[in-house]
């Protein structure tokens, strides 16, 4: 299986705040990777796939790069509404697999 | 727009089999090149794929659960199912449908349903 590791676990940021999280993956996954943002009692929600490919309808603000191994999802002036739990995932190979989450909290 | 809806007992006895239904609206289950899977969530913890269908009928399973998993779809129903056998406190958790397409993430998901097991 493909471990997915993300870093910080917990991040706390203020409203204007960027933000970058980083997610890495234990073998290379080419650019196979997906970002979602989950809100409490909530659907996680797709934001980004293939890496760096936004998807429509997603604030600007939301960015994503890398390839191989090493990935970073980047918030470019945090909002009121972005204080959530972020999750990277791999659809490589299968098994798919998820990174443990990161909570962005207000500072 | 697509939508996914799970449904199914919110309450399962240890040893005993998860039955959950994903129903698909605003579009057909058979159209298109997509896989329609299914992801649990612990409570208070991180996501975890179990496995998927296609629309050809290959299905897919996390090896961790696959001696316990069926996946199977209805097309004539618009439905997918996800069957989990033997179950244990283990196996509480949020499960969500979604749908995902080749080279792409999951997207839509259903709203989720909560999975209490009991002894």
């Known amino acids: 299986d493909i471990q997915m590791t993300q870093s910080p676990s917990t991040l706390s940021a203020s409203v204007g705040d960027r933000v970058t999280i980083t997610c890495r993956a234990s073998q290379s996954i080419s650019s196979w990777l997906a970002w979602y943002q989950q809100k409490p009692g909530k659907a996680p929600k797709l934001l980004i796939q293939k890496a760096s490919n936004l998807k429509s309808g997603v604030p600007s603000t939301f960015s994503g790069s890398g390839s191989g191994t090493e990935f970073t999802l980047t918030i470019s002036s945090l909002q009121p509404d972005d204080f959530a739990t972020y999750y990277c995932q791999q659809y490589d190979s299968d098994p798919l697999t998820f990174g443990g989450g990161t909570k962005v909290e207000i500072k | 727009q697509l939508q996914l809806q799970e449904s199914g007992p919110g309450l399962v006895k240890s040893s005993e089999t998860l039955s959950l239904t994903c129903t698909v609206s605003?579009?057909?289950?058979?159209?298109?090149?997509?896989?329609w899977g299914w992801i649990r969530q612990p409570p208070g913890k991180g996501l975890a794929w179990i496995g998927a269908?296609?629309?050809?009928?290959?299905?897919y399973y996390s090896p961790s659960l696959k001696s316990r998993v069926t996946i199977s779809v209805d097309t004539s129903k618009n439905q997918f199912s996800l069957k989990l056998r033997s179950v244990t406190a283990a196996d509480a958790a949020v499960y969500y449908c979604?749908?995902?397409?080749?080279?792409?993430?999951?997207?839509?998901w259903g709203q989720g349903t909560l999975v209490t097991v009991s002894s």
């Open positions: 979604a749908r995902r397409q080749y080279g792409d993430g999951f997207d839509p």
């Open positions: 269908i296609s629309n050809s009928g290959n299905t």
């Open positions: 605003g579009g057909s289950i058979s159209s298109g090149s997509y896989h």
